[in-house]
């Protein structure tokens, strides 16, 4: 399996970006999708999760609100909208298959990319 996370970048504190996960080697309609992240010096850190069918959403306490999941399974692309970032978004972002009742297991995770958030 194949994950590749892209669209990171620096942004300013109450920026907006758009996270893409584009994946390969499985049948992604059929997965539960997840974001992970994590910040230098800390554990990796749940970001919000979807189902196959793009019906059900869950997300980590300190996003909830301000980040968006979505997938569009005919492209097997995950995406992560962020909306209102601040600093303590900066950090490694990495998406992640299959269904977990917390962070997925690092295996499962993909190619991340980095998000940073300052003025």
Known sequence: AL???SGGGLVQPGGSLRLSCVTSGFTFSTHYMNWVRQAPGNGPEY???INNNADLTKY????KGRFTVSRDNA????FLQMDSLNPEDTGMY???RGNWDNVPPR???GQGTQV???G
């Open 3 to 5: 994950l590749v996370a």
């Open 47 to 49: 970001v919000a999760g």
């Open 60 to 63: 980590g306490d300190s996003v």
């Open 75 to 78: 492209k097997n692309t995950m």
């Open 94 to 96: 990495y998406c992640a």
């Open 107 to 109: 295996g499962f995770w």
């Open 116 to 118: 940073t958030v300052s």
